[in-house]
């Protein structure tokens, strides 16, 4: 059990707007902080957050609570694994009458392996040279905990003379099992980084192959402790800096935040291998700084940040977008001694929304005029997407760029005129991703569940009614066309699971022939998304699980 003593000095460490804040979006609202409520739908916030009381109510649902009350609630967990999941967020050690707890056993594997990896990296000359030749310091290295993961045998090896269990290594996220039922070290031959909560805990690790492994990059599972869907790198090392500049610089990766914080830049973090999402925007929102995107200019690169640009543009945030020239990366840039050149770059980024408004146009050939209507198509669908006033400031802007009246985006259309542009637009229907879709829009709580396991290019034409559906926006004509289409059936949850399993079923296998079609992979690619497909994902599916996006997988 916990003492009770224990219990009370964690709960004089917390702040209410700090827990809920890493959840949902809260915004000021005199001596309180308003939200939607993350228990009940709504459009209009009746969710409020006492930092005087110290507690939260809702004047639409009735719920309330302090911030156990909270986690419990939105975990679906018990009053003790509530405070230990508390006490892994700030990083606080809590005493038990006796044993201990999963959460305290994963925090100390973590850390017992942190230190081992750290040494690693004294003896392994090839991390060394590779980190001296993308230019970073000994102290940042020392400054971001930079290790290195030996072969599996020597981390089995070790594990064995800390005494830990294999099975708390698999529950920290340092060993896997494989379908033969054997224990593999997941970082084996990789330069760590270790990743942190806001509040400082250890909660896993990313690392990077120096040994040609397909997979460039992997981080840490999701486990009790990490979440890399609400977790940003280096975030708890920027967050004193965040708060005093207004400012926060995202980034891609773990190298490109540890060279802008060499360079002076001490408010850059970075995703977790994952696009930004709304996740994010809670933990983004703490300070209510500018966020600034700071992406490479490849092609992966600006469809992150246009993806990104479009959340933060919608979710009311300011900032803008920086596409690093000539396909480098921020790390690359400040490398080479162009730290002022960068400089130059953030301080001139392009404006959010105007950002995705030109992107938006630049897809279509705007020539044309059955073009042109589709890039105005999307256009109207993002501007809806942002409150009112944003909305009327920016029309002006997304007629000019398309050369037509800013009338035409107050134009009204009924549901018959929806219907027909819907079918004049859809150029293959799929009626099993129709249904899955109209499922959404008539149950938006289902909506969390399959975002993890979709992607844009699984539903090709119908990613941007997703889009739609996710920001409820109902005024998309296609969207209205599925809502007003009786044909379309509306799944059970079940039946949304079945339909789901299937089409993941084909887009991975349709993924699998075209990389191993694809001259431009390398063979080591190929035997990787090969054995990925047909040894992982696969059987997944077959056996009922809905598989997570990776990625880093999909060529």
Same mark, same amino acid.
Request: with cysteine; aromatic share 8%.
């Given at each position: 059990?916990?003492?009770?003593?224990?219990?009370?000095?964690?709960?004089?460490?917390?702040?209410?707007?700090?827990? =809920?804040?890493?959840?949902?979006?809260?915004?000021?609202?005199?001596? &309180?902080?308003?939200?939607?409520?993350?228990?009940?739908?709504?459009?209009?916030?009746?969710?409020?957050?006492?930092?005087?009381?110290?507690? $939260?109510?809702?004047?639409?649902?009735?719920?309330?609570?302090?911030?156990?009350?909270?986690?419990?609630?939105?975990?679906?967990?018990?009053?003790?694994?509530?405070?230990?999941?508390?006490?892994?967020?700030? &990083?606080?050690?809590?005493?038990?009458?006796?044993?201990?707890?999963? /959460?305290?056993?994963?925090?100390?594997?973590?850390?017992?392996?942190?230190?081992? $990896?750290?040494? %690693?990296?004294?003896?392994?000359?090839?991390?060394?040279?590779?980190?001296?030749?993308?230019?970073?310091?000994?102290?940042?290295?020392?400054?971001?905990?930079?290790?290195?993961?030996?072969?599996?045998?020597?981390?089995?090896?070790?594990?064995?003379?800390?005494?830990?269990?294999?099975?708390?290594?698999?529950?920290?996220?340092?060993?896997?099992?494989?379908?033969?039922?054997?224990?593999?070290? !997941?970082?084996?031959?990789?330069?760590?980084?270790?990743?942190?909560?806001?509040?400082?805990?250890?909660?896993?690790?990313? %690392?990077?192959?120096?040994?040609?492994?397909?997979?460039? /990059?992997?981080?840490?599972?999701?486990?009790?402790?990490?979440?890399?869907? !609400?977790?940003?790198?280096?975030?708890?090392?920027?967050?004193?800096?965040?708060?005093?500049?207004?400012?926060?610089? #995202?980034?891609?990766?773990?190298?490109? =935040?540890?060279?802008?914080?060499?360079?002076?830049?001490?408010?850059?973090?970075?995703?977790? %291998?994952?696009?930004?999402?709304?996740?994010?925007?809670?933990?983004?929102?703490?300070?209510?700084?500018?966020?600034?995107?700071? /992406?490479?200019?490849?092609?992966?690169?600006?469809?992150?940040?246009?993806?990104?640009?479009?959340?933060?543009?919608?979710?009311?945030?300011?900032?803008?977008?920086?596409?690093?020239?000539?396909?480098?990366?921020?790390?690359?840039?400040?490398?080479?001694?162009?730290?002022? +050149?960068?400089?130059?770059?953030? +301080?001139?980024?392009?404006?959010?929304?105007?950002?995705?408004?030109?992107?938006?146009?630049?897809?279509?050939?705007?020539?044309?005029? &059955?073009?042109?209507?589709?890039?105005? %198509?999307?256009?109207?669908?993002?501007?809806?997407?942002?409150?009112?006033? *944003?909305?009327?400031?920016?029309?002006?802007?997304?007629?000019?760029?398309?050369?037509?009246?800013?009338?035409?985006?107050?134009?009204?259309?009924?549901?018959?005129?929806?219907?027909?542009?819907?079918?004049?637009?859809?150029?293959?229907?799929?009626?099993?991703?129709?249904?899955?879709?109209?499922?959404?829009?008539?149950?938006?709580?289902?909506?969390?569940? =399959?975002?993890?396991?979709?992607?844009?290019?699984?539903?090709?034409? /119908?990613?941007?009614?997703?889009?739609?559906?996710?920001?409820?926006?109902?005024?998309?004509?296609? *969207?209205?066309?599925?809502?007003?289409?009786?044909?379309?059936?509306?799944?059970?949850?079940?039946?949304?699971?079945?339909?789901?399993?299937?089409?993941?079923?084909?887009?991975?296998? !349709?993924?699998?022939?075209?990389?191993?079609?694809?001259?431009?992979?390398?063979?080591?690619?190929?035997?990787?998304?090969?054995?990925?497909?047909?040894?992982?994902? #696969?059987?997944?599916?077959? !056996?009922?699980?809905?598989?997570?996006?990776?990625?880093?997988?999909?060529?």
């Amino acid at each position: 059990m916990i003492e009770q003593s224990s219990i009370e000095s964690l709960k004089s460490s917390m702040d209410i707007v700090d827990v =809920v804040g890493n959840y949902i979006e809260l915004k000021k609202a005199g001596a &309180n902080y308003k939200a939607n409520c993350p228990f009940h739908g709504e459009k209009t916030p009746s969710f409020v957050v006492s930092p005087s009381k110290q507690i $939260y109510h809702c004047f639409g649902c009735g719920v309330g609570g302090d911030a156990i009350k909270f986690v419990m609630e939105t975990e679906h967990i018990n009053y003790p694994e509530a405070i230990e999941k508390l006490a892994s967020m700030y &990083n606080f050690s809590l005493h038990y009458t006796q044993g201990s707890s999963d /959460y305290s056993e994963a925090k100390r594997v973590l850390e017992v392996m942190q230190k081992w $990896y750290s040494h %690693g990296l004294s003896q392994s000359p090839v991390s060394q040279e590779y980190l001296r030749g993308r230019a970073i310091a000994q102290h940042s290295i020392e400054e971001f905990g930079v290790g290195f993961v030996p072969d599996g045998q020597q981390v089995m090896d070790y594990l064995q003379s800390q005494h830990i269990p294999l099975p708390q290594a698999v529950e920290a996220g340092v060993l896997a099992r494989g379908e033969d039922d054997r224990y593999y070290a !997941r970082l084996s031959q990789r330069i760590t980084f270790p990743i942190y909560s806001p509040n400082g805990a250890l909660v896993g690790f990313g %690392g990077r192959t120096i040994s040609n492994h397909p997979a460039k /990059y992997i981080n840490s599972p999701q486990t009790k402790l990490f979440n890399k869907s !609400r977790l940003l790198y280096g975030y708890h090392r920027a967050k004193e800096r965040i708060y005093k500049q207004k400012e926060i610089i #995202i980034c891609e990766g773990y190298l490109d =935040v540890i060279m802008f914080h060499q360079a002076g830049f001490k408010t850059a973090v970075a995703t977790l %291998g994952t696009a930004l999402t709304e996740e994010h925007l809670p933990l983004l929102r703490k300070g209510e700084p500018k966020v600034i995107l700071a /992406y490479d200019g490849d092609k992966a690169g600006v469809a992150a940040a246009l993806k990104a640009a479009k959340i933060l543009g919608s979710h009311g945030f300011e900032g803008g977008v920086v596409l690093f020239p000539g396909g480098q990366d921020p790390a690359d840039l400040i490398a080479a001694g162009e730290s002022e +050149r960068a400089a130059t770059l953030l +301080r001139e980024a392009a404006p959010l929304i105007p950002f995705v408004l030109e992107h938006i146009a630049a897809a279509y050939d705007t020539a044309n005029p &059955n073009q042109k209507e589709l890039a105005f %198509g999307e256009m109207k669908t993002y501007l809806s997407s942002l409150s009112p006033i *944003v909305k009327d400031a920016y029309t002006p802007t997304a007629a000019t760029i398309l050369g037509i009246s800013a009338a035409l985006f107050g134009a009204g259309r009924d549901n018959s005129q929806v219907k027909r542009e819907f079918a004049e637009h859809e150029t293959k229907e799929d009626p099993e991703w129709q249904s899955i879709l109209k499922t959404l829009i008539e149950t938006p709580s289902l909506i969390d569940d =399959v975002m993890d396991v979709l992607s844009d290019d699984m539903l090709g034409a /119908y990613a941007p009614l997703l889009g739609s559906i996710v920001g409820n926006d109902m005024t998309h004509p296609g *969207v209205m066309g599925l809502s007003v289409n009786v044909q379309i059936p509306v799944l059970t949850q079940e039946e949304l699971r079945r339909a789901l399993l299937k089409q993941l079923e084909i887009y991975y296998l !349709r993924k699998f022939k075209q990389a191993l079609a694809d001259k431009n992979l390398s063979f080591e690619k190929k035997v990787y998304i090969r054995n990925k497909i047909q040894k992982d994902i #696969i059987p997944k599916l077959k !056996r009922g699980e809905l598989v997570p996006y990776e990625s880093n997988i999909i060529i």
